[in-house]
């Protein structure tokens, strides 16, 4: 998201990510490799989810309820049964604002009520419950949307790179672009033996699966060498969720 940011969002991101900080330390063990999908494209609920499933892996879904049965950069998003189905399968759904609009915009009242209206909306679903875990609609945040999702979230994600070491901002997570036209499988391979190195955590998001993968998507090929990659470096796979429970147990101190 370069692209079309001013010099004052610049400024504003920079402070965001030095200010409003929570952090979870990580402790020491196995580096922990999490697989995240923005908007919850059809294909990402269908071929992402079965590819997870035959590895026994959850993944998180960040969904904008406004989006449902709806095109997003021209490409199909999930409907309601889709949604319902990743949770029947033990999946993580996490929350993006209901119409997917961009956050620093939308002003305290305005992204309040996105987040009510999503959060209403994931708790409809059959299986549904109360988002803990939340992402920057196309990676845009500045200091005040950070405080205001910091408040209503047990994390938030953000759209920059980077492996978590030594500890990690769960009000800012890091998260590694999986996308097709610019991972190469010796880079992923790399990233996670990083990560396993350190005991760190790296989480990668993408948007659609396939074959011809869109423009900010993964081809199923890309999403398996994540799976049997951080398997062979002896990484944990977690979802968002399951990994805060992990570090904070691996970090408890001994009764
Ligand atoms: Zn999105």
Redesign the pocket.
Known sequence: MGDGVTLIQKADRWLARRLVRRMLPLGAGPGVVTVSF??APVSACHEGRAILDHHGVKGTW?V?GGLTDRLEQGEACHSVPDLEALLAHGHELGC?TFD?QPCSGLGAEGMRSQLQQNRRFLQGLAGGAAPQHFSF??GDYGLASKWLAARCFDSVRLTRAGIHRGSADLNGLLAQRLYADEMTPDRLRSLIAETAACSGWLIFYTHGVSAQPRRWGCTPALLEQVLTDARAHGCELLAVGQALAHFRARTEPAP
């Open positions: 923005d908007d960040y904008a993006h997917h609609p196309l």
